[in-house]
């Protein structure tokens, strides 16, 4: 049987894929206290293709639960979650390139030996996957560091690593769990930038997690917010802004900081 065919990035028309989360509720065990803990509830979210979606909210509302079960770790305990019309929560979800909140990097693998993973496993040949690694690295700003081992890479150079090894093998979708937490101010807004002309360039479906709302208004086309005890959504955000967009300008309207107030003041409530 031959090797399966990926086809180059440049030569890819993404439309993302769409996902639909319905009446969707998890709940843990905790067998310490032989009790149940309801970490998310009835959750009702339609993510069309193609959009760019932020998630807000504060700490153990159940935002990485929500990617969790995107990406098909773990299956919801009531509703369900729709990949493209199919549930997901049996298998892991193939379709989804998932920047999870821990690097995850193998420490075994140098840096370049983590971005080929996943084209050796999908059998990409050897040339074509070296320059596929070699542009994802770039892309985050990692040329250079190509031999190192993670442990030998700064907190912000193992979030870029982790976002070059999804990037290259070009997911339909990104999950990305805080993937600037650790960046310095000004490497995080040039990942913003570069993550935002990706997205202009593939259309890919984005789901973003963040703690920074500024970063989730300049960012996406839709926000939603996340109360606590439970973890529901308590409101969603169209964000109007024109695309492209450019960060540092919105950054400094009054429409911006007009929804950044008013979604502050939601989030301060949960607090
Ligand atoms: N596998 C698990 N087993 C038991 N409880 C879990 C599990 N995963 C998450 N939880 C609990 O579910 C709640 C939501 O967790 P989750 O990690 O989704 O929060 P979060 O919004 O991502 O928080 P943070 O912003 O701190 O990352 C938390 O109270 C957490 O303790
Ligand atoms: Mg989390």
């Known amino acids: 049987m031959s090797a399966p065919v990926v086809t180059p990035?440049?030569?890819?028309?993404?439309?993302?894929?769409?996902?639909?989360?319905?009446?969707?509720?998890?709940?843990?065990m905790d067998p310490a206290k032989?009790?149940?803990?309801?970490?998310?509830?009835?959750?009702?979210?339609?993510?069309?293709?193609?959009?760019?979606?932020?998630?807000?909210?504060?700490?153990?509302?159940?935002?990485?639960?929500?990617?969790?079960?995107?990406?098909?770790?773990?299956?919801?305990?009531?509703?369900?979650?729709?990949?493209?019309?199919?549930?997901v929560g049996t298998t892991v979800n193939t379709e989804v390139g998932y920047i999870t909140q821990a690097d995850n990097l193998l420490p075994w693998r140098t840096l370049r030996g983590n971005v080929l993973l996943a084209l050796e496993i999908r059998g990409v040949p050897k040339k074509e996957r070296e320059d596929r690694a070699r542009d994802a690295i770039a892309r985050v700003g990692l040329t250079g560091f190509e031999d190192r081992f993670p442990s030998q890479l700064s907190g912000g150079m193992r979030k870029r690593a982790g976002l070059a090894r999804t990037l290259v093998y070009e997911p339909e979708t990104l999950l990305m769990d805080e993937p600037f937490g650790a960046l310095d101010a000004m490497m995080r807004a040039t990942m913003q930038a570069d993550l935002l002309h990706l997205w202009e360039r593939d259309q890919r479906t984005?789901?973003?997690?963040?703690?920074?709302?500024?970063e989730a208004i300049l960012l996406a086309d839709q926000v939603v917010v996340f109360g606590t005890k439970p973890g529901r959504i308590i409101h969603t955000e169209d964000v109007e802004f024109e695309r492209p967009r450019d960060l540092h300008e919105i950054r400094r309207t009054p429409e911006f900081t007009a929804v950044w107030e008013r979604l502050w003041r939601l989030i301060e409530g949960e607090m």
């Open 206 to 214: 984005v789901i973003f997690v963040t703690h920074d709302l500024e």
């Open 9 to 28: 990035p440049d030569s890819v028309v993404r439309t993302g894929g769409a996902v639909s989360f319905q009446g969707v509720s998890k709940v843990f």
């Open 34 to 87: 032989s009790s149940h803990f309801v970490a998310v509830r009835d959750i009702d979210l339609e993510i069309p293709r193609g959009r760019f979606v932020s998630v807000v909210g504060p700490s153990g509302c159940g935002k990485s639960t929500l990617l969790n079960m995107t990406a098909g770790l773990f299956a919801p305990t009531t509703g369900q979650v729709l990949y493209n019309g199919t549930k």
